[in-house]
């Protein structure tokens, strides 16, 4: 199957700092990437749709410009998040759709983030 | 509003006995419906996708069923072993966007020697 890797699994920062994390698809191009995000014990959710070479679209209530997202290529997309709050961590997990009919998706591994 | 409900937050069988998870969806109309399974800290693995007019499908000991009138799928394991043991997610497609994907909370499933 399709590869996405995604970097760092693990990151902790301070608060007012910015962390960017990568999500690359591997053997694939990958028009569109999608950001979710999980809190413990809670269900992955929606945060953006990132588009090769043009803006992301947002779901309501993330703050766009809190949460950067950059899709310069076929095969990465990367999520900054700004001035990072203890509210921010969280899991954070990217994925991508292949196929004709783009019904399966493919997972990042995840990144941890902590902010403290 | 949307709905994906998974029966129970955890699952805890014995080793050999079949799990069914269950899946409960309003206020879809969805043309196929996805299970994945996520380990802790790891992100979802794609395991099996049934379409809307499809009543079963199958792969190695999982089962898959859909049943779009009553909107519920369940999730077999048979001959279950402790490698199992992960969270289960059920998801549909997203309305409007395009290709990303709502998830159930998940049902985590124990399964014990």
């Known amino acids: 199957g399709a590869v996405v890797s995604q970097h760092p699994s693990r990151v902790i920062c301070k608060s007012g700092t910015s962390v960017k994390i990568e999500c690359r698809s591997l053997d694939f191009q990958a028009t569109t990437m999608f950001w979710y995000r999980q809190f413990p014990k809670k269900s992955l959710m929606l945060m953006a749709t990132?588009?090769?070479?043009?803006?992301?679209?947002?779901e309501q209530g993330v703050e766009k410009d809190k949460f950067l997202i950059n899709h310069a290529s076929l095969t990465l997309s990367t999520l900054t998040v700004t001035s990072a709050h203890p509210e921010d961590s969280s899991f954070y997990i990217c994925?991508?759709?292949?196929?004709?009919?783009?019904?399966?998706?493919?997972f990042g591994q995840g990144t941890r983030l902590t902010v403290v | 509003s949307q709905k994906i409900e998974q029966n129970s937050e955890a699952l805890n069988i014995q080793e050999g006995k079949t799990a069914t998870l269950t899946c409960n969806y309003t206020?879809?109309?969805?043309?196929?419906l996805q299970w994945y399974r996520q380990d802790p800290g790891r992100g979802p693995v794609f395991l099996l996708l049934i379409r809307e007019n499809e009543k079963e499908k199958r792969k190695e000991r999982l089962k898959v069923t859909f049943d779009t009138t009553l909107k519920q799928s369940l999730f077999h394991i048979t001959a279950s072993q402790p490698a199992d043991s992960a969270t289960y997610l059920c998801a549909l497609q997203r309305s409007n966007s395009g290709y990303a994907l709502n998830f159930g909370k998940g049902t985590s499933l124990l399964v014990t020697p």
């Open positions: 990132s588009n090769e070479g043009s803006k992301a679209t947002y």
């Open positions: 994925s991508a759709t292949v196929g004709t009919l783009r019904t399966e998706a493919f």
């Open positions: 206020n879809y109309s969805p043309a196929y």
